[in-house]
């Protein structure tokens, strides 16, 4: 037995948005991987998450008494188009948790089965892609980038018919919330300025509280969520991550990371990195992203106009001199980022700032140039930090070029220590993934587990572990990723 007490806040507030809805049954649940440290803080026994009675909650086939799972509805733009009824189509919201810090949590099921929102699609999902979205999110979290986390994926024993016969899987999730800017489309888009107030006042309320004491306290919400995703893509971009369909639903007003569908970790240093098969004009590529969120959080503006002010013209204003701010919050939030990943953290006066200016601006070209892989290059610049440059040398063809850059940047004083707390040893590289989840689907866990202990520590260099931070092989090629796996 559990003593679970699941809120319904989200339905309570927004019951025009939340569509009361039962998770299909799961013929035979079986636990494929449980976080027994995520379960502790929400106050869930892991011992009992394993029980049969356990594993039933876990894929939504016995919810504590009053409890009201819903479908959360939201609107969207993909690929730049706009959908206005998107929602959860195999995804339920069960409820919030407050955890042991006492913050309100989501607690979330995907692949759960058909919802009203479900359009054409079966509203399930495949083990390979839940356990997927288990590790990736898992190493973003581990990698300090704020991300929904994986709490459990268990194997419903319902096949999934895709381009083959898969086993089925629901992943519980976990979030501050599953808030989105499509959701606020959705009001918007619903002509009904009550609900839209509601929504921002539940937003405020939950995650800018802050925003509630500005003199406009929707134009607060905006810039909020503005400055949180500015940090966010910065956290991005300096490990190396793709979302790959930064659609407006998938952008969070929390400022986590959501939605693991065709993401991947670029390997090669290459701005026009693109993953998703469905991706064809590179709109949601790796050196995209800042751009792309900001058109997101324009739409996002757009959603709000009614509600920052009754004339339009001063409301478009409004929204225009918010948006204006991004591109610089995100440069600062990149510039020191990538200051620490070169091991430069103090500013030391104006001379520093213009040498290393310099040696940023040249970094990208030098990395591409020389197809460089991003993540291991940081971590054996590290060493030359640290008086041995040969692995870092070793890794480039125009060796003069990188020679001229390497003596400035060694000449300012690099911490590789500091280096080496802020840039992976091990990220959830592709071909390691691949190979993890062809082993779970045919029932071997152990590369899986594996992966996942690397990738939950990914700054500590153990042994055992050295071929999860090799590059990927030569013969491994080009990587394609999925959507609504
Ligand atoms: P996403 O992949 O997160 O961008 O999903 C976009 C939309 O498609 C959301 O409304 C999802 O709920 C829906 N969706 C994706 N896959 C499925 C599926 N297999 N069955 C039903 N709805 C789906
Ligand atoms: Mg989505």
């Known amino acids: 037995m559990t003593n679970l007490v699941l809120d319904d806040r989200f339905a309570r507030d927004l019951p025009e948005m939340a569509v009361r809805w039962r998770a299909e049954e799961a013929p035979d649940p079986r636990l494929l991987v449980l976080n027994e440290r995520l379960a502790a803080t929400l106050g869930l026994d892991p011992d009992w998450l394993r029980t049969p009675d356990g594993v039933r909650l876990l894929v939504g086939n016995s919810v504590p008494g009053g409890a009201t799972p819903v479908a959360q509805a939201y609107a969207g733009h993909q690929f730049g188009g706009f959908a ?39 509203g399930l999902a495949a083990v390979g892609p839940m356990l997927r979205e288990y590790i990736v999110s898992e190493a973003m979290a581990a ?14 024993g ?21 808030l989105r800017v499509g959701s606020f489309q959705y ?37 909020a969520v503005l400055a949180a995703q500015a940090r966010l893509i910065a956290r991005w971009m300096l490990v190396g991550f793709v979302h790959g369909v930064m659609n407006t639903d998938n952008m969070t007003i929390s400022g986590e990371t959501i939605d693991y569908g065709p993401c991947a970790f670029m390997d090669v240093y290459d701005p026009e990195t693109v993953f998703s098969s469905i991706d064809m004009w590179g709109r949601y590529a790796y050196g995209n992203q800042p751009a792309v969120a900001a058109w997101n959080l324009a739409r996002f503006a757009e959603a709000l106009l009614p509600l920052l002010a009754d004339d339009l013209d001063q409301a478009v204003t409004m929204a225009e001199t918010a948006l204006g701010a991004f591109g610089r919050q995100y440069e600062a939030a990149f510039t020191e980022g990538m200051r620490a990943k070169l091991g430069l953290s103090r500013a030391d006066g104006e001379a520093d ?13 030098l990395l591409r140039d020389n197809h460089i892989d991003y993540t291991s290059f940081f971590r054996a610049l590290g060493r030359a930090a640290r008086g041995d440059t040969e692995p ?22 690099p911490d590789g220590d500091a280096m080496d707390r802020v840039n992976p040893v091990y990220i959830p590289r592709n071909h390691l993934v691949e190979e993890a ?43 394609r990723t999925f959507c609504g796996t």
């Open 353 to 365: 700032e213009r040498a290393v200016t310099g040696l940023l601006e040249e970094l990208p070209n």
């Open 392 to 413: 870092a040398r070793g890794l480039f063809v125009d060796l003069a070029g990188f020679d001229a850059w390497l003596n400035r940047w060694r000449a300012l004083n």
């Open 84 to 122: 206005p009824r998107l929602g959860d189509g195999r995804a339920l919201l069960l409820g919030e948790i407050t955890d042991t810090d006492g913050r309100v949590r989501d607690l979330h099921l995907k692949g759960s089965g058909h919802t009203p929102f479900a359009r054409a699609g079966d």
């Open 143 to 156: 990698l300090g980038i704020p991300t929904t986390r994986s709490l459990a994926v268990v194997a419903t």
């Open 187 to 223: 009001a918007a888009a619903s002509g009904d300025r009550d609900l839209l107030r509601r929504l921002a006042d539940h937003a405020i309320a939950r995650h800018h509280p802050q925003a509630a004491e500005a003199q406009n306290p929707y134009l607060g919400l905006f810039e």
């Open 158 to 178: 319902r096949q999934v018919y895709r381009e083959t016969v898969l086993d089925g899987a629901v992943l519980a999730r976990v979030a501050s919330s599953h």
């Open 437 to 479: 989840l062809t082993a779970a689907a045919a029932g071997d866990l152990a590369p899986f587990e594996n992966l996942l202990d690397a990738v939950t520590g990914p700054f500590d260099e153990r042994p055992g572990l050295e071929r999860h931070a090799q590059p990927a092989p030569e013969d491994f090629g080009r990587y």
